[in-house]
C-alpha cells in the first residue's frame, strides 16, 4: 500500500499498521518513591540525553481501508548528537515474498536518509528527505519514528496515569499512560528536534496522542507506543508506533552521504 501526501509525495511509499492490543487498566496507586507521574515521563527525553546511546527496535503498524501491514526496524541512536542508523524491513507481499530490500536509513536533526528506496531510485544513491517538511514530522514516514522524536514527544505529556511495574526484557520498569500534546510538544521540544514535531502538530488530525511509556528506574526511556491519526486523500489513517530501547552506551557511528551520493532525480509515485 502506498500512501501519499500533497508535500510528501513518494516519501509515504514507507507505509506502517495499527497496533491492536490491550493493556493492563491504570491504578490509583503512585509510583514506587512517589513522584509526579507527568513530570516523570516528561523528564524521560533528557534522561535518554544523559545515557547518551541505545540500541533500538522499532514497530510501525497501520490502518487504512481496510488493509494493514507492518514494518520493522534494527538499529541504534546517539541521544545526544540526534542521529542513529535503521535497517528497516517492509511487510511481504501476498504469495510470501519480500516485496523490497531492506531499507537502509540514517536519522539525522532535520534529516532523513534512505537507501533502497525504490521507485526509481539507483541501489547506489540515497534519498535525502527535509523532515522539517513533512506532514508528519518523520514520526510515519519513515516506516520507524525517529527515536528522538519519540521521546521528546513525551515532553507534551498531559493526563498522564501510573500504571504499574512490569518486567520488560528483564528489566524492571514503570508503566506510565497519557496523552501527548504535540504542540506543547514541539514548543518544549530539543531545537535540533522541534522543527520536525511543528509540522508535525500542523499535518496531523489532532494534536492529542495517546502513549504508553516505560521507564526504568534510572528515568530512561525503554519502551513508547504512541498511537497517531491523520487524513491521507481523505480517509483518516491510523498508526500505532513501537519504539524498544536497550544497550545502552553501545557504540554508534553515523555517516552521512555524500552529496554526490544523494539522489536529485525524479521518484515514481
Excluded at 523532515?131 to 508528519?136: A, E, G, I, R, Y
Excluded at 504508553?212 to 498508526?239: I, P
Amino acid at each position: 500500500m502506498v500512501l501519499r501526501s500533497g508535500r510528501t509525495g513518494g516519501a509515504w511509499a514507507v507505509a506502517a499498521t495499527l497496533m491492536v492490543g490491550g493493556c493492563a487498566a491504570p491504578t490509583d496507586d503512585a509510583p514506587p518513591g512517589g513522584g509526579d507521574p507527568a513530570s516523570s515521563v516528561r523528564d524521560a527525553a533528557e534522561a535518554l540525553a544523559r545515557a547518551g546511546t541505545a540500541k533500538a527496535s522499532t514497530s510501525m503498524e497501520m490502518a487504512s481501508g481496510g488493509t494493514r501491514v507492518t514494518i520493522r526496524g534494527e538499529g541504534a541512536y546517539d541521544f545526544r548528537r540526534r542521529t542513529g542508523t535503521l535497517r528497516v524491513v517492509l511487510p511481504k507481499d501476498a504469495s510470501g515474498e519480500s516485496a523490497h530490500r531492506p531499507i537502509t536509513e540514517l536519522l539525522a536533526p532535520g534529516a532523513l536518509y534512505m537507501k533502497n528506496r525504490g521507485a526509481g531510485v539507483p541501489a547506489d544513491k540515497w534519498v535525502r528527505v527535509d523532515t522539517t517538511t513533512l506532514d508528519d514530522g518523520n514520526l510515519v514516514t519513515g516506516g520507524a519514528t525517529d527515536p528522538a522524536a519519540a521521546a521528546e514527544l513525551l515532553r507534551g505529556a498531559r493526563k498522564v496515569t501510573y500504571v504499574g511495574e512490569v518486567d520488560l526484557a528483564g528489566a524492571r520498569v514503570r508503566h506510565y499512560r497519557g496523552v501527548a500534546d504535540l504542540a506543547e510538544a514541539a514548543r518544549l521540544a530539543a531545537p535540533q528536534v522541534r522543527g520536525a514535531l511543528a509540522a508535525a502538530a500542523k499535518g496531523f488530525t489532532t494534536d492529542a496522542v495517546p502513549f504508553d511509556a516505560y521507564l526504568d528506574e534510572a528515568g530512561r526511556l525503554r519502551k513508547v507506543r504512541h498511537q497517531f491519526s491523520f487524513s491521507n486523500q481523505g480517509r483518516t489513517v491510523a498508526v500505532a508506533s513501537t519504539t524498544l530501547l536497550y544497550g545502552f552506551g553501545t557504540r554508534v557511528t553515523v555517516r552521512l552521504p555524500a552529496h554526490g551520493d544523494i539522489y536529485a532525480g525524479r521518484i515514481k509515485a
